[in-house]
Each structure stands twice: as structure tokens, then as C-alpha cells.
């Protein structure tokens, strides 16, 4: 069963720190790309990071660029989201995806979605 699992959220202060990962469960990320996207209360999904684990290209959305960082380990099994300088404007819940591919689309029509994780920042 093709799985993605969440982890690492929470609430945090502004400026603080947290890192989520995507985990694969019975495929690898060899030959994806990996997008998470998030969605505030009361507004639309948005994209936030992507990386292409064929080349490493990553991609960030203007809004967070120079505070995330988004990552893949050696065995392709795991991708993180490491997110600096939390702001109140990024809480959301965040979800991993992943499209079978070379391109990170800047759309919802990823193959596999991850359950979601709550990420909460207070001022």
C-alpha cells in the first residue's frame, strides 16, 4: 500500500522552529517530485516547497523563501520541511504530496497526499 506519513508539527512561538517530515510507506521518492502544500482556516490550499529528487531542484513559494528549507535523506524513504522564523501567517495544516515525475506543478494533482499536520504559530 502506497502510504505518506506525517510528522512534526505543533504549536510554536513566533520566530521558533519545526520541521516536518514525509515519510514513504511502500514506494521510495525515486523519480518524484515532493510538494507540500498547506491550507490556512477559511482560505485556499496554497503550494509551499517542492523538490525533484531526480536533479535536487527545489522550489518555494515567495512567502516563506529564506525561512524553509526543504530536503531529502540518502535513502529516499523521507523528506523534510525545515520551517525558521514561524510566523502566525503560516499556521495551517500542511500536507505532503507527491507526483510521479520531473516537475513540481503548481497545482492539486499529485498522486499520493499525505493526512495532514497541524502546524499552529502564536504572535
Known amino acids: 500500500e502506497v502510504r505518506l506519513v506525517e510528522s512534526g508539527g505543533g504549536l510554536v512561538q513566533a520566530g521558533g522552529s519545526l520541521r516536518l517530515s514525509c515519510a514513504a510507506s511502500g514506494f521510495t521518492f525515486d523519480g518524484y517530485a515532493i510538494r507540500w502544500f498547506r491550507q490556512a482556516s477559511g482560505k485556499e490550499r496554497e503550494g509551499v516547497s517542492c523538490?525533484?529528487?531526480?536533479?535536487?531542484?527545489?522550489f518555494y513559494t515567495k512567502s516563506v523563501k529564506g525561512r524553509f528549507t526543504i530536503s531529502g535523506d540518502d535513502a529516499k524513504t523521507t523528506v523534510f520541511l525545515q520551517m525558521n522564523n514561524l510566523k502566525p501567517e503560516d499556521t495551517a495544516v500542511y500536507y505532503c504530496?507527491?507526483?510521479?515525475?520531473?516537475?513540481?506543478?503548481?497545482?492539486?494533482?499529485?498522486?499520493?497526499w499525505g493526512q495532514g499536520i497541524q502546524v499552529t504559530v502564536s504572535s
Open positions: 504530496t507527491v507526483l510521479h515525475g520531473y516537475l513540481c506543478p503548481n497545482d492539486l494533482n499529485y498522486d499520493y
Open positions: 523538490i525533484t529528487m531526480n536533479n535536487g531542484n527545489t
